[in-house]
């Protein structure tokens, strides 16, 4: 059974830093490329980061590139996502995201984490 476990939101300070992480278990991770996805208040779900198998090829929305840092332990079998230079428009819940090995769809998500950048 896949389960994906978030862990590290919080409320920050605009300018501050957070680091997410995603402990998978269940599957073999280091076979499928993951993703962070996040839901800001009252909007739909917008793709953050990815990141494939080995860690050696990663991607980002415009919006969070040069602040974001997508990272994988795959011994240990965990996700990261290192956040800094927060704004208050990366309020949201955060989720980690397993993708399916063809195509862009994701099969599997965790119960998210809320990530709250405020004065």
């Known amino acids: 059974q896949v389960q994906l476990v978030e862990s590290g939101g919080g409320l920050v300070q605009p300018g501050g830093s957070l680091r997410l992480s995603c402990a998978a278990s269940g599957f073999t991770f280091s076979r499928y490329s993951m993703s962070w996805v996040r839901q800001p208040p009252g909007k739909g779900l917008e793709w953050v980061s990815g990141i494939y198998t080995d860690g050696g090829i990663t991607t980002y929305t415009n919006s969070v590139k040069g602040r974001f840092t997508v990272s994988r332990d795959n011994a240990k079998e965990v996700l990261y996502l290192q956040m800094d230079s927060l704004k208050p428009e990366d309020t949201a819940v955060y989720y980690c995201?397993?993708?399916?090995?063809?195509?862009?769809?994701?099969?599997?998500w965790g119960q998210g984490t809320q990530v709250t950048v405020s004065s």
């Open positions: 995201a397993k993708k399916v090995v063809i195509g862009p769809s994701f099969d599997s």
